[in-house]
T-cell receptor, first 111, second 113 residues
Framework: GENVEQHPSTLSVQEGDSAVIKCTYSDSASNYFPWYKQELGKRPQLIID?????GEKKDQRIAVTLNKTAKHFSLHITETQPEDSAVYFC??????????FGAGTQVVVTP | NAGVTQTPKFQVLKTGQSMTLQCAQDMNHEYMSWYRQDPGMGLRLIHY???????DQGEVPNGYNVSRSTTEDFPLRLLSAAPSQTSVYFCASYPAGASDTQYFGPGTRLTVL
């Protein structure tokens, strides 16, 4: 089955700096790669996603890149703000739409 | 639309007790899933359903049963609760077809003593 590895497990950045989280996956048939943000005690919320026919996608301060050959994808957050502090999860889906999650990255943005 | 709803929000059980976690969605999504979230381990798929009457196992199905008698509801049953089942449980739904956005419910925090 699919295996998703996520790094780093914790990331501390100064406000205004960029944050990068990287994930690798094992199933070459995976074709959808969402990123979720989870604040303490809340449900995961989709923040951006990318499909296998696209190499990069941006939405304001966040962007995701996908390298299908190398089977890795990354989340980039620019100009980080304190409200970006949360746990971020990458995921990939198989052909049934089953999501396999990474273990998560705790991002702390310090003023 | 209420989206995906889950009840209860919190539950404490004793070892060996059984209970049902409820999940409902009003978006007419065909696909529904149950995940558990443990510290440092992300979310793991317990069971999923691709339509009424159809269910299948995920990554960690042992100790849990599901059924899908209607499109709207997807209850998760703990047959005989164990401390290892202490976790936060999330239900999710999404439209038919792979590669679609999953919508998560607010979660149920379960403690088994």
């Amino acid at each position: 089955g699919e295996n998703v590895e996520q790094h780093p497990s914790t990331l501390s950045v100064q406000e205004g700096d960029s944050a990068v989280i990287k994930c690798t996956y094992s199933d070459s048939a995976s074709n959808y790669f969402p990123w979720y943000k989870q604040e303490l005690g809340k449900r995961p919320q989709l923040i951006i996603d990318i499909r296998s026919n696209v190499g990069e996608k941006k939405d304001q301060r966040i962007a995701v890149t996908l390298n299908k050959t190398a089977k890795h994808f990354s989340l980039h957050i620019t100009e980080t703000q304190p409200e970006d502090s949360a746990v971020y999860f990458c995921a990939s889906t198989d052909s049934w739409g089953k999501l396999q999650f990474g273990a998560g990255t705790q991002v702390v943005v310090t003023p | 639309n209420a989206g995906v709803t889950q009840t209860p929000k919190f539950q404490v059980l004793k070892t060996g007790q059984s209970m049902t976690l409820q999940c409902a969605q009003d978006m007419n999504h065909e696909y529904m899933s149950w995940y558990r979230q443990d510290p440092g381990m992300g979310l793991r798929l317990i069971h999923y359903s691709v339509g009424a009457g159809i269910t299948d196992q995920g990554e960690v199905p042992n100790g849990y049963n599901v059924s899908r008698s209607t499109t709207e509801d997807f209850p998760l049953r703990l047959l005989s609760a164990a401390p290892s089942q202490t976790s936060v449980y999330f239900c999710a739904s999404y439209p038919a077809g792979a590669s679609d956005t999953q919508y998560f419910g607010p979660g149920t925090r379960l403690t088994v003593l």
